[in-house]
């Protein structure tokens, strides 16, 4: 049997050098990295990047992990929130030099690539978390310390019965720094498809 096909979206402060963690984790695991959304099995969206998530239900199983859904909170409010959990990394058992450079290579990421961005401010007024789930496998993770997803997920459970919802400890960046708990969550739900 052939390995599945993982494609990653990074979200607005992130992209391929905030992963490499998550990536090694994900190829100890069996996975196989694509750069092609057609190409892939599983897609992982973590934040923003679920704004570039298929709308019409496709056979591809989605791994959400703190997409921006909070409908009672506004953006100002969860800015701020996020602003705090960013400062208490050490909390985390973060070191300060992986902290600082995952910050320096979001703030590269935003920048560098200022018309994505752009598209991401512009896409998150109509971005509808609700309508990607409908007719889609999905396994939306919440850390517990997120400042972006609402931990009142019952009406994404009307929506869509059969998603799985699990919490994790962390805030919204943790996967990038602890990816083994996700890939290990993804594997025991999803599989491999390669031999074991």
Do not use: C
């Not at 239900?57 to 960013?86: C, F, G, H």
């Not at 009406?155 to 019965?161: D, R, V």
């Amino acid at each position: 049997m052939s390995k599945l096909k993982v494609k990653i979206y990074y979200g607005v402060f992130s992209g391929e050098r905030n992963g490499p963690r998550l990536r090694k984790a994900l190829r100890r695991a069996g996975y196989e990295i694509t750069a092609q959304e057609v190409e892939a099995d599983i897609i992982i969206a973590h934040s923003a990047g679920a704004f570039w998530l298929p709308q019409a239900p496709t056979n591809q199983k989605l791994m959400i992990i703190d997409p921006v859904y909070w409908p009672s909170k506004s953006v100002k409010e969860r800015i701020r929130a996020k602003a705090k959990t960013n400062l208490k990394f050490r909390h985390y058992g973060y070191p300060l030099r992986y902290w600082l450079a995952k910050n320096l290579w979001g703030a590269y990421y935003a920048v560098r690539d200022a018309a994505r961005t752009q598209r991401i401010i512009r896409h998150a007024k109509h971005y509808d978390l609700e309508q990607i789930i409908k007719g889609h496998a999905v396994l939306l993770v919440r850390n517990i310390d997120d400042a972006w997803l609402t931990p009142n997920l019952d009406q994404l459970k009307a929506i869509n019965p059969n998603i799985i919802i699990k919490e994790m400890p962390g805030e919204h960046d943790d996967w990038f720094y602890n990816p083994q708990p996700y890939v290990d969550l993804l594997k025991s739900i999803y599989g491999t498809g390669s031999s074991e």
